[in-house]
């Protein structure tokens, strides 16, 4: 359950990164309370999967997700400038964040957790 979060936790932060940029410096009401709200959400998600993982590995992969979900958005959708050198240095962020997935020490029963979550 704690990589549901850090992931969803993840998502969130790409929807009020991309609103800080809508915001215009934040002045537009419209943008800046979603993007609030977002942001609320985002480290909501973030500390209930602190209560099951090392925050070595949680905020690497959080804040991992949200650049690398970010430079997604921004490219795909939004007309930033896509290069070769981007596109392998975005692949190997995500890499990296399967990697940290892959070895991490989550515990497997409730028991030897912080506190369930």
């Given amino acids: 359950m704690a990589w549901f979060y850090l992931i969803l936790g993840g998502i969130f932060e790409v929807g009020w990164a991309l609103g800080l940029g809508y915001s215009q410096g934040l002045t537009k009401i419209e943008i800046v309370i979603p993007t609030i709200v977002l942001l609320v959400l985002s480290f909501w998600c973030f500390a209930k999967t602190l209560k099951m993982l090392p925050v070595s590995t949680a905020y690497a992969v959080f804040t ?25 240095l975005v692949t190997f962020l995500i890499s990296c964040i399967i990697g940290l997935k892959l070895v991490s020490d989550e515990p497997k029963d409730k028991k030897n957790t912080k506190e369930a979550v």
């Fill in 64 to 88: 991992g997700l949200g650049a690398f979900g970010t430079a997604l958005v921004g490219m795909v959708f939004l007309g930033d400038p896509v290069s070769l050198p981007k596109v392998v």
